[in-house]
């Protein structure tokens, strides 16, 4: 082979021995080919390495583990020779004159020949030379005793030291599992399973899989199939992936990189679009074109399908993010971690059912660097050793993205993504995951109309800004919201779309050290929005300093209407300790809050997937001093049971000792049982729609669009009602609803979905 064809490359600190394997007869496989395995052997027994790549197409890539078994193979190649273990005086010397030729054919065999090409052979047959010459010492003649024992130490050096070897220590726990040798070259290729990836790409992606894996979900993400694995010995899941463009023919192979190569010059480093979405579509155009151009030329057959696929492809590597766009495109997943130093350990996430899983793929440094210039440009902002965050929102894939660099992150740059829901959730989707039942949902409604000021707590991820978008959907849309966020996570755009009167203040991000001038701080944007006159008030988050702010404006009533808002914490209490305790709210202050809504994940004894469950409504009382829950300041409205998945509504809390209740009896002139009731036919209707969606199979219903309209049938024909006879006619008004909403709505619907099926198949 030629040495050209042999390079060692430096690549962040790291060395890589690769080797071209495009016009060799022997493939580009250490498991499969054993002269390639023995050119890599031979390498090793002088050069330094990290790690092996072996190049044709596809790149396989060797990690530092498998090349270090490699490395002690070679090592023994060195041992060996340098020990001269087939010198005569080493095999028996004269006496055992006769037997030379024969065992210096074995001993050269075991220590040389075999241990560069199969190791494992060279390992058995030392092993059948050592059985085979203990059995001669009982019958041989007493004169060759003694120099056929010297021979067997020799072979038992060779055996220690092969023995001493990870690949040989492996090959043994297979054989005393399986009780039988491996046959052919298969063993290596569960050792030598390489990570696969097209040589210009940077992610390296794994189809290594243990053999007792089970198997829980599989679906499409665009064109790629994504499997969700149980592994036996871990506890989080395994995310795999299986990109099209990691299995593709040559052929096809050929095409897409070419073109890759022709149009990277279009677009150069540094031009964005300010709509990605549209921008994709003409250069999907564009690439189609070259394809069928560099096709024609090579005299390749391609269907249009064909085209299609391929352009998607080169769309994924020139303007989309990669294999990182790819994983923002799952609508399941919540978060993408990429941990510095990047290149070795794979890429985690965490999806809305499994919860936190680990991927097969492993993204590298240079593809690092290439998205980073991209968000430098995108976003404006410098990013550097004085700058080392840099935190922005790629609208197009719903995410917040926070990267980090040296030298906070000593280990380099790495990547914390958030995908956020495209469409806001409504209370009915939250009643058909369970989140919490009809009743509670009625409950909830009730409270938003009520005009109760509300706090969602929880921990990171248990849903509390999911929970906040669907008691945002309960307002009224006349009144206007004002909502201050530092990371845009409400879908203002769809809420607009739907009608609601949202005016968005957007504050300097908490953790960003590369802050833009124009942004405020959020105590800043809290004060303007009071200013602004009397709206409801949503705070994304409530961190730290605004939270003085915003209860002292809670406490004046500046703000006159609703306020809600997000906060980290276990609990009402927990809430009380940090707000008033640490941040130092006055007691007076925090009494301007009048619910805390608390959610948190729950994994259920024995199931495989995490749920989110709301656990607690907990009413903040006004008659207490010193300690809420000393002194009874903290009413439970409603409490959850995880052993039995239940929540129980606390109905004599509510007729008895909730003084919001007594509030809104006396405000609104209604007495405790027309409010249960008004709550009870909240919950019906909502849940209706679930049920209906769940009998017609169909989503949409739930999406806030339609919530939202049903919800404001059900408000007028209340009102209807009480313009007729002077009060509600609570199942009189349930009736008219869910006629309105089965004869109207859900046709449309249908209606709707028959003609786009239509549509697709013509
Ligand atoms: N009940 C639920 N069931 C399934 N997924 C949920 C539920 N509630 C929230 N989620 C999802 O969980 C993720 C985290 O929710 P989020 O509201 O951002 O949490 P937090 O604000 O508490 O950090 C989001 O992707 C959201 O869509
Ligand atoms: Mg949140």
Known sequence: ?????????????????????????????????????????????TGEVDRIILSDVYERVYDEKQTLMLKEIAGLVNKFKAAAVWAPSLLGGEKCSRFLPKRRGIVVDIASNLL???????????????????????????????????YIQTLEFLRANLESTELIQELKSYIRKLKTVPPGRGFYRSMFEAQLKPSFIGS????????????????????????????????????????????LSPEHYFLMSKTKEIVSGYHPEGLEFTDLATSKEYFKKIYETTINDIARENKIALSPEEVSALASIVVRYTIGFGIMGLLLSDEKLTDVYLDAPLGYKPVYIVHSEYGPCQTNVIFSNEEAESIVSRFRSMSGRPFDEAHPVIDFDLQEYHTRTATIGKPLSPDGIGFALRIHKSTPWTIPQFIDVNMFPSDVAGLLSFLLDAQASTLVVGSRGSGKTSMLMSLMLE????????????????????????????????????ISVGAVASEVSPEDALRTALRLGESVLIMGEVRSREALVLYEAMRVGAVGNVVMGTIHGENAYSIWDRVVNDLGVPNTSFKATDMCVTSAPIRFKGSIRRARRLIEITEIGKHWYEDPQKEG?????????????????HKNTLYEDSEFFKKIRKMRGMDIDTIWTDITYRGKSKQH?????????????????????????????????????GSVVYDKVYNEWTNWVENQLLKELLSRRKASEEAKQQ
């Not at 042999?6 to 499969?32: E, M, Q």
């Not at 085979?132 to 009982?138: P, R, T, V």
Request: net charge neutral; glycine share 2%; aromatic share 8%.
């Open 1 to 45: 082979m030629a040495s050209d064809k042999v390079k060692v490359v430096n690549k962040g600190g790291k060395r890589y021995l690769t080797i071209d394997c495009s016009d060799s007869p022997h493939g580009p496989s250490i498991a499969d080919y054993p002269q390639r395995m023995a050119q890599v052997v031979e390498f090793l027994t």
């Open 116 to 150: 560069r090409t199969d190791p494992i052979r060279s390992y058995i047959k030392c092993l059948e030379a050592i059985e085979l010459e203990k059995a001669k010492l009982g019958i041989i003649q007493p004169e060759y005793k003694h120099c056929t024992e010297k």
């Open 204 to 247: 390296r992606i794994s189809f290594d899989l243990p053999k007792e894996i089970e198997l829980l979900d599989q679906y499409k993400v665009k064109d790629t199939n994504i499997s969700i694995y149980k592994h036996p010995e871990k506890i989080e899941y395994l995310y795999y992936l299986d990109p099209p463009e990691y299995a």
């Open 475 to 510: 307002i009224l849309r006349s009144q206007r919201i004002i909502t201050i966020e530092d990371t845009l996570e409400i879908p203002v755009e769809q809420m607009r779309k739907i009608g609601y009167n949202i005016c968005r203040l957007k504050t300097r991000s908490s």
């Open 633 to 649: 300041g903290l009413i439970d409205l409603v409490t959850y049971d995880a052993t039995k998945d239940k929540h129980t509504i």
């Open 689 to 725: 729609l679930v049920d209906l969606k769940n009998t017609h199979k169909i989503p949409e219903l739930l999406e806030a669009v339609n919530s939202v309209r049903a919800n404001d049938m059900y408000l007028l024909f209340q009102e209807q009602s009480r313009r007729e006879h």
